[in-house]
Every structure is written in C-alpha cells, then in structure tokens.
C-alpha cells in the first residue's frame, strides 16, 4: 500500500494563511457551474478550462474578462451578481477539504492564522461558517480589501500584516496557480494543497 503524504506546517512557519475557495472548502465545482448557468443567460458558454484559468479573480473583474473575451455587451457587474445569485442556491453542497481543515484546528490558538480570498466578505465568511471554521479567523482579507488581486501579492501581504508575521515566515495554503504565485511573489512559503484533495474523506 502506497502511503499518502501528509498536508503539513512548514517548522519554519510563524504565521499561516487560507485561500477559502478550493482550498478550505471544495466549492470551485459550484462557482463553476454558477458561472455556466449565468453565461447560458447571456447566449454563450464558459469551458472548465476557461474557468480554472481564472480561478482567484473576483467575480466582477472575471466578468470583465469575460465580455472582452467574448465581444459581448453586458453589465459585468449584473453578470457577477447573478453569478453570485446561483452560487448562493448551492453553496451548502461544498464539502470542507478535511486534510486542510485538520491543519486549521491543530493550530487554531496556536499560530495566527488569515484568510486570504478573491471572494466578498458576505461569501468568505459564509463558506467558513459552512466548513465548520469561521471562529479560527480573526483575520479575513477578501477582495473588497485591496485593489490588486492575485496573481498580484497584495491580498497575502494584507493578510501578513493584520496577522503580525513578516512574510518570510508565512506559509500560504492555495490550489490556484494565480494564488500560488501571488503567495510566492509576496516571498512567502506556497504550499499547493491540490495533492491533497484525494484525501477529502
């Protein structure tokens, strides 16, 4: 029998922040299909591969993208609402990434702990809520809270400074490759937790 690799903490962490989506909680196949019901309102269709290319980019700038892509005239920002809407009917079905989840209450109380998403607050925080793991943050940067999302580094190094650990000895949990390079640009530890989603349940 082939033994799985455990998710860890890096022992020269000090400080550790979460992505929320994909990462804490399996929801990026309900964003997917929230995306794929909306554009089927609008007359055109998003691939998975389209969608995963842009995962970690709020719903409004990824609506931009979008309708440039595409060559469509619509309001982004009726776009990413309705997005927001379908989401909303289905986000119970999220189911926590468990070897994520162990890690965040190991440490709990432990180490200071961030979230740092491309989401709004009213979803991080009802994602969180949902896996069971709200009251392990006490810090939550989302992307009404800096200008320039990931793959730019701000949302992390928001997330390090309200936690009080340079970002040398942070370590970020992501599964996108646009949040892995926002947490390696900011110079902190990116750990993919991807490997690890077989061990969900």
Known sequence: ???IQELTVDPKAKGLIFDIDGTISD???IHLIAYQETAAEYGFEITSE???????IPAFQTSVLLKEKF???FDPQEFADKKEYHFLQNIYKAEPIKPVIKIIREYTGKLPMACGTGGTRFYAKKT???AGV??????IVTAEDVENHKPHPDTFLKAAELIGVDPEYCQVFEDSP???RAAETAGMMATDV??????KV
């Open 178 to 180: 646009l949040g892995i």
């Open 27 to 29: 929801t990026m196949p």
């Open 1 to 3: 029998m082939i033994k």
């Open 128 to 130: 969180l809520e949902l």
């Open 134 to 139: 709200l009251d392990s943050f006490e810090h």
């Open 71 to 73: 060559g469509l005239d």
């Open 194 to 199: 991807t490997p690890f989603y077989t061990l």
């Open 50 to 56: 389209l969608f995963y290319s842009l995962s970690g």
